[in-house]
């Protein structure tokens, strides 16, 4: 799995190669690598519905750190989506983008990269492997959305969806260390077979929830997802259809077997999620542009599927995994389609399209049952996936079922109306409207979709396919006593019922809907408010850019001072705090012995009178020459203490250090008072000397009291004593450790000091062209003559 997932990005890296010779050929070659996936998949059924298909790479075994993928029926599903759409959409995205298309070597380049990442993080078995696929889609969709960055639009969209996820992301990394802490592991399948509980597991599984709920668009994050419709739409059908605003719903179903019985967390999911469906069907109501009327039943049927699998249940996990495949299957082809119009007629609007149905009825063939499938028409298997739905929380019988089945009702009649209103909006002959001019869509932009659309039919009518991996899945909420949800399948007729009156009543409210749109949209207009997500978001971000602005405005005032007491200040407010609190709290270790040798006496002494000489130094060369006195000191303390190999790198240090203030000060006044200022006063005094006075005080204390904090040895240092000598045939283990076992430490380290001594020979050169001039002056070129007599003292 993991060789499938790098050989994306292997072969992502050589795409923009392949497009210099043709674009086309581009598509057709990144294409290839997510069908093979996808064959993989498909060969590894069985197992995947099984026991499931695992693999681990250990990375930092002592730490509990490791690579897990693990392909099982959601993955199986998630595969289908994400490696078979991807590929129809990569062949689609051949003929959508010119053969001189600028965008195109990138597009296929980020899409097939994105490819992999979503792969990594759907067959994700841990939470830190999880989050790591999860960041790079984050990434990954910003470069996608923004494009080339030439659009003002594209812009704004990517900046959007990066601070909304990569806000979410942070939640959930929190989250998935306090819920991996309570847990004692971070492998999701052992975190599901044993939940754990406490106020930090509460804490972790609220943030994860919060990261999904932006990765997915949920209310109120749901507005950076119509904004991405900026992208081309091979890349909106993509992420916002196959892959990337799946991922929070992917997460959600990993972990609801573990905490769907918890209330704080299937009531926001739920409570949350039918408020998107509703929202999300309203607005895409009244949107006039196609694309995003496609994203807002996105919005509405991401909020559907939250609710589907944040509930928990047996039979709702059948309609969950029912929707989720069906919803792949349907919003591809209508993004396709889509795309197929803007190319032939240069509008996407309703009300500038008109008679495209008779004119071009292939098209509308396809969108007609992707549509249908959206709508939850029979035989389609958005049909199969809406009735287990309904039969889910109907089959409750209690108030919270009656409660979700009704939002859940509401929010299907607002599916129906919006799909009739695409429709009629793409196809329809309008009144007033002259028959808009196309010319025939090319086979590569409607033959994926084809496929895609009668997947869709017939995956309802063979139901029998999708009902496996939903089995599977739900095989993990046992329904021990409830003979009904044991023996639940999803099933194209399940009789005369509950649910099927639902379904009837969806479809004949939302053709009401759609009969009196006009008076919807007046609606909407009326009742419109200045409250709004989008504003929000925009509030938000307005008021961190004003926040940053005081800040930066009060503390880069150009003033040393004010600069080191900031960090001063922030060292005392947050570690000190917390410092004092342990204290307080005897969470502290004990103060350990004051000395170990009669030897650190006069070393601490010098070092201390040192401190206090400089306090008192007026000219910059002392100033330099206490600090390096004290840094020796230092070294003399580790070798008294048995750290020779730590008092060399000091010595080192030191004397580089040194050397290099020299030749700095060679251009600098001599004294620190040459320059006439006004004097500070007693009080400007007092508080920079208590300021600096308990930062120092705190520094000591800290390094004192976690110096004695560890009651065991290291584990990683056990392991580097253990493995030196084998490992390395290094009889001393710091010899080990730099060049060996932190090689690549130690050649960052060695950079540093390179770059610190090029600096320092650039000084020394610099001075050879210092000269005196006639009247005796030297004349180096950076200060004036007094300067220069000054520094030559």
């Not at 007693?682 to 300021?691: L, Q």
């Not at 770059?755 to 004036?784: E, H, K, P, Y």
Request: aromatic content about 8%.
């Amino acid at each position: 799995m993991l060789v499938l997932v790098l050989a994306h990005l292997v072969v992502a890296g050589a795409l923009p190669m392949v497009a210099r010779r043709s674009r086309a050929l581009a598509f057709g070659v990144a294409a290839v690598l997510p069908a093979i996936t996808l064959v993989w998949a498909l060969a590894n059924y069985e197992a995947a519905l099984g026991p499931g298909v695992s693999e681990r790479i250990e990375w930092v075994p002592q730490l509990g750190l490791s690579l897990s993928l693990r392909l099982d029926a959601l993955g199986l599903e998630m595969v289908v989506l994400v490696s078979g759409l991807g590929a129809l959409i990569l062949a689609y995205s051949a003929r959508y983008f010119g053969s001189g298309s600028r965008d195109a070597p990138r597009t296929a380049t980020l899409l097939l990269a994105f490819a992999g990442f979503m792969l990594g993080l759907v067959l994700a078995d841990d939470l830190l492997t999880l989050y790591v696929f999860w960041e790079l889609t984050t990434i990954a969709s910003f470069l996608l959305v923004g494009q080339g960055g030439l659009h003002r639009a594209n812009r704004r969209a990517a900046v959007q969806a990066l601070l909304v996820t990569v806000f979410g992301g942070l939640a959930m990394l929190l989250g998935i260390v306090l819920l991996g802490h309570a847990a004692g592991t971070y492998v999701i399948s052992e975190i599901v077979a044993a939940p754990p509980g406490g106020a930090a597991a509460t804490a972790g599984i609220v943030l994860i929830l919060l990261g999904a709920l932006t990765k997915s668009a949920q209310l109120p994050f749901h507005p950076w997802l119509p904004a991405a419709m900026a992208a081309p739409t091979p890349v909106s059908a993509y992420l916002h259809a196959a892959s990337m605003v799946k991922a929070g719903v992917v997460l959600v179903a990993r972990l609801s077997p573990a905490f769907a019985v918890r209330p704080e967390w299937w009531v926001p999911v739920v409570v949350l999620g039918l408020a998107t469906m509703l929202l999300g069907g309203w607005r895409a109501l009244t949107e006039p542009d196609l694309k995003r009327l496609l994203a807002f039943g996105t919005v509405s049927q991401l909020g559907f599927l939250m609710v589907l699998f944040g509930a928990g249940g047996r039979i709702a996990a059948f309609a969950g995994m029912g929707m989720l495949l069906a919803h792949g299957l349907f919003k591809a082809p209508l993004f396709m389609v889509v795309g197929a119009i803007d190319k032939i007629t240069g509008t996407r609007r309703i009300d500038e399209l008109s008679g495209l149905g008779k004119r071009r009825p292939a098209l509308a063939w396809i969108a007609g049952l992707a549509g249908a499938s959206m709508a939850g028409l029979p035989p389609m298997l958005g049909f199969v996936g809406k009735e287990a739905a309904f039969e889910a929380f109907l089959h409750d019988a209690d108030l919270r079922g009656w409660i979700v089945a009704l939002g859940l009702l509401a929010g299907s009649m607002l599916t129906v109306a919006y799909t009739v209103r695409f429709f009629w909006g793409a196809f329809a002959t309008k009144p007033g409207l002259e028959p808009t001019e196309s010319s025939a869509p090319a086979a590569g932009l409607t033959v994926p979709a084809w496929i895609c659309a009668i997947a869709g039919v017939a995956l309802g009518v063979l139901y029998g396919f999708p009902d496996a991996p939903a089995a599977a899945y739900a095989a993990a909420y046992p329904e021990v006593g409830d003979p009904v949800a044991e023996d639940y399948h999803l099933a194209l007729w399940h009789g005369l019922g509950l649910p099927l009156l639902f379904s009837a009543l969806a479809i004949l409210g939302g053709l009401a809907l759609h009969r009196w749109n006009p008076m919807v949209a007046t609606t909407s207009t009326r009742f419109a408010t200045p409250f709004s997500a989008q504003r929000g978001y925009e509030h938000v971000v307005s008021g961190l850019e004003r926040l940053a602005t005081f800040v930066t405005g009060r503390l880069q005032a150009g003033s040393l001072p004010v600069y080191l007491g900031s960090v001063l200040i922030t060292m005392l407010a947050l570690p000190g705090v917390a410092m004092v609190r342990a204290l307080i709290d005897g969470l502290l270790p004990p103060m350990p012995r004051l000395i170990d040798t009669v030897l650190q006496l006069p070393l601490g002494a010098a070092v201390i009178l040192c401190a206090l000489g400089l306090l008192r130094a007026r000219r910059r060369f002392t100033a330099v020459l206490l600090v390096g006195a004290i840094g020796y000191g230092i070294g003399g303390l580790f070798i008294v203490d048995g750290g020779p190999d730590l008092a060399l790198a000091q010595f080192l240090v030191e004397t580089l250090t040194l050397v290099a203030f020299v030749f700095v000060l060679r251009r600098l006044p001599a004294h620190f008072d040459s320059v006439r200022t006004a004097r500070p006063t007693r009080r400007a005094t007092v508080t920079k000397a208590v300021v600096a006075g308990t930062a120092g005080i705190m520094v000591a204390l800290t390094a004192v009291l976690l110096g004695g904090a560890r009651t065991a040895p290291a584990t990683a240092s056990a392991e580097y004593i253990a493995q030196s000598r084998e490992g390395t045939g290094s009889d001393n283990v710091i010899a080990a450790i730099l060049v060996d076992f932190r090689a690549l430490d130690t050649v960052g380290e060695i950079s540093v000091l390179l770059v610190a001594a090029a600096g320092t020979a650039s000084l020394v050169l610099a001075t050879r062209f210092d000269r005196r001039n006639r009247r005796g002056d030297l004349d180096s070129g950076s200060g004036s003559p007094e300067h220069e007599r000054e520094v030559a003292g």
